[in-house]
């Protein structure tokens, strides 16, 4: 079984600056991934970033980072350089097994000019 | 690649009515996902096919869901005698293969229980 856990249900940053968004979780499984998606307004999930639970290097995709702390069971995400595109709805996800994704609750990033 | 499809966009229908929705995923990917998303919340599971094979369905894909993959490419979500509570987003995702490749997401349909 796994949860996730995302306890910001809204989160906030000025354009052009950094914002970290949090994510825990829990898995049974001792080979799974991470990732995080994003849900602009009324279009489709997207995939951000990911994360192979193997790897201890961080992933990183541009402007998107993460910081993964295994013994944590944390998965953070940090947007650098905030853009007005970055609003959205940001899950984090994991999976493992079947490759059932299990989705955070989300967090609501608003980006103020 | 044309991204994964989903149709219709929009549903609406009464109480009681049986409705089915269609996802058509990235024509190479062979396994395919069905979640449903309530308003502010994270998508969740419904079930899981490989090919044509359903290998995992979720608890909360009760006996009034139904999922098929006939030929392993479309795939087909009917809900029958619907009831309020099936108001939802229903999302399909398709992916290429093992776990560490990501699910490419439909648009989703929304369907409204008058």
């Known amino acids: 079984a796994q949860t996730v856990t995302q306890s910001q249900p809204e989160m906030s940053v000025q354009e052009a600056e950094t914002v970290t968004l949090s994510c825990t979780y829990d898995t049974s499984e001792s080979d799974y991934y991470l990732f995080w998606y994003k849900q602009p307004p009324s279009r489709q999930m997207i995939l951000v970033i990911r994360?192979?639970?193997?790897?201890?290097q961080n992933a990183t995709e541009n402007r998107f980072s993460v910081n993964f702390q295994k013994a944590a069971k944390s998965f953070s995400l940090k947007i650098s350089d905030s853009q007005l595109g970055d609003a959205a709805m940001y899950f984090c996800?994991?999976?493992?097994?079947?490759?059932?994704?299990?989705f955070g609750t989300g967090t609501k990033l608003q980006v103020i000019p | 690649d044309t991204g994964v499809s989903q149709d219709p966009r929009h549903k609406i229908t009464k109480r009681g009515q049986n409705v089915t929705f269609r996802c058509d995923p990235i024509s190479e990917h062979n396994r395919l996902y069905w979640y449903r998303q309530t308003l502010g919340q994270g998508p969740e599971f419904l079930t899981y096919f490989q090919n044509e094979a359903q290998l995992e369905k979720s608890r909360l894909l009760s006996d009034r869901f139904s999922a098929e993959r006939p030929k392993g490419s479309f795939s087909t979500l009917e809900i029958q005698r619907t009831e309020q509570g099936d108001s939802a987003m229903y999302l399909c995702?398709?992916?290429?293969?093992?776990?560490?490749?990501?699910?490419?997401f439909g648009d989703g349909t929304r369907l409204s229980i008058l």
């Open positions: 994360q192979e639970a193997y790897k201890q």
């Open positions: 995702a398709s992916s290429a293969g093992p776990s560490n490749q990501p699910q490419h």
């Open positions: 996800a994991t999976t493992g097994g079947y490759q059932k994704v299990t």
